[in-house]
């Protein structure tokens, strides 16, 4: 039990770093996809500057409209402010794919003792009013492009000295424009880690609800099948006494009862041990009781129990045990079970007269032991589930088989446990052959 919910705390816990590493990836993804993009916007901002500048010294009206503005007014008017914006918006559009919100500031620049200076003569408020050329574009922030202009009339004159002048295009919101340009990438990225995060939950969930329902499970057949143990043992002993009852001898029908319930009671205990068996592998508290044990002679014992139900059916076991190291490390009662729960299905599909044959060899791991029947025998579909919990073949010739399907799916567990192999080779209508290797 203890061992299941460590493993399982381990299975979440590196669920929940997968995820989050997975999170980091993608945040670095896209910081990465931002910055890109931010490279690609700045190269815009470029050859749209470029594109206007080139524009202007064809459109002398452009020219003559500002410089007329500048020399009068020291601004440009709402009306040449409103036609320079449309202008500006469609080459940039046009020629560069570019079409972000701006701001545009037009900045004259006047010659006195090699002193550079900016003044804002048009634009919004997110425009500076006040730059050094010296200094830009290089250490200001990229979201700005320049445009050289050049007076087209002549001399241009602002207050009464010689100038001329530059467009300053801003894109004051470059990073909405960003998240605008990739917002179908980030969406897509939120909604799947979005699933991503609700599957996972939905998981971990799912599996600890399993868990407890498991837990919960094993301890209802654990106190059930504790409960049965009662009475069958109560019955096991009546039967016993009315057996060995000498006033009851006379009674013939009396005794072929008394049989018959004992054989269904033996029955119905074998069938409970299983049960418990099985929910004591499940629950991962069972501990293999190790010590050496002679193989031959556990076979013997296991054997005779059955050859007198196999003659009654006029069949026989063959016993060919050839292994001469016949010692093994291993837990006694458990390995008792397994070789019984195989004479037993052996025995349960055979025919009529079943043949059931048990060899041991040694082999370069240790030892080799083999049961072989001439049953039914199984198909390949069904030997690939056949040591799942449950599961049991549907058969037309067998119809009285009973059981729980869990006694090779112990078999398998108690030989993991072991750290021992198991095999089958079986083929419809001729018989099935279980071959378990051990460690010397």
Same mark, same amino acid.
Request: proline fraction near 2%; glycine fraction near 6%.
């Given at each position: ?17 997968? /995820? ?5 990836? #993608? ?19 470029? /050859? ?70 900016? /003044? ?83 998981? &971990?969930?799912?599996?600890?609800? #399993? ?24 019955? =096991? ?39 418990? #068996? ?60 397994? &070789? ?35 049953? &039914? ?10 040591? =799942? ?46 071959? /378990?290797?051990?460690?010397?």
């Amino acid at each position: 039990m203890v061992l299941g919910r460590v493993s399982t705390s381990l299975v979440i816990v590196i669920a929940i770093a997968s /995820l989050l590493g997975l999170g980091w990836v #993608q945040y670095n993804w896209l910081q990465d996809s931002v910055e890109t993009n931010r490279k690609v916007f700045e190269q815009k901002i470029d /050859l749209a500057s470029g594109l206007v500048s080139e524009a202007l010294k064809k459109h002398h009206d452009i020219h003559q409209l500002i410089s007329r503005d500048l020399s009068e007014n020291s601004e440009l008017s709402q009306s040449t402010d409103h036609h320079f914006r449309l202008f500006i918006d469609s080459v940039m559009y046009n020629g560069s794919g570019l079409e972000a919100p701006f701001e545009y500031g037009v900045y004259v620049h006047e010659n006195d003792n090699e002193t550079s200076a900016y /003044l804002k003569v048009a634009g919004d408020n997110v425009v500076p009013s006040e730059l050094d050329f010296k200094e830009c574009p290089a250490d200001q922030n990229l979201n700005f492009g320049w445009a050289t202009l050049s007076c087209q009339l002549g001399n241009c004159y602002h207050n009464d000295k010689p100038f001329h002048f530059h467009l300053g295009l801003f894109f004051p919101s470059n990073e909405l424009y960003l998240i605008s340009q990739m917002k179908g990438t980030l969406l897509a990225a939120f909604v799947f880690i979005m699933l991503l995060t609700g599957c996972f939950s939905y998981t &971990i969930i799912t599996i600890r609800r #399993q868990k407890k329902l498991s837990e919960m499970k094993n301890d209802f057949i654990n106190n059930l099948t504790h409960e049965f143990k009662t009475p069958i043992f109560s019955i =096991d002993l009546a039967t016993n006494m009315l057996k060995k009852a000498p006033e009851l001898s006379p009674f013939k029908k009396l005794k072929n009862y008394t049989a018959i319930i004992g054989t269904e009671n033996e029955r119905l205990k074998n069938q409970v041990d299983k049960v418990l #068996q099985m929910a004591l592998v499940d629950s991962n508290n069972f501990k293999l009781e190790k010590k050496a044990i002679d193989i031959h002679s556990l076979i013997n014992k296991v054997a005779e129990n059955f050859k007198i139900m196999i003659r009654e059916r006029s069949g026989e076991i063959i016993l060919k045990l050839n292994a001469k190291k016949t010692e093994l490390f291993a837990d006694e009662i458990h390995l008792k079970n397994i &070789i019984y729960n195989l004479l037993d299905n052996a025995q349960k599909y055979s025919p009529q007269k079943p043949q059931i044959t048990i060899s041991t060899e040694d082999s370069d791991e240790g030892l080799m032991l083999e049961i072989e029947d001439n049953g &039914i025998g199984m198909s390949e579909q069904v030997q690939k589930f056949v040591f =799942d919990k449950f599961y049991r073949a549907k058969t037309e010739d067998v119809n009285d088989a009973k059981g729980f399907g869990l006694g090779l799916s112990y078999v398998k567990s108690v030989i993991d446990a072991h750290q021992a192999t198991i095999g089958l080779i079986s083929k419809p209508n001729e018989g099935s052959k279980f071959t /378990l290797e051990f460690k010397a």
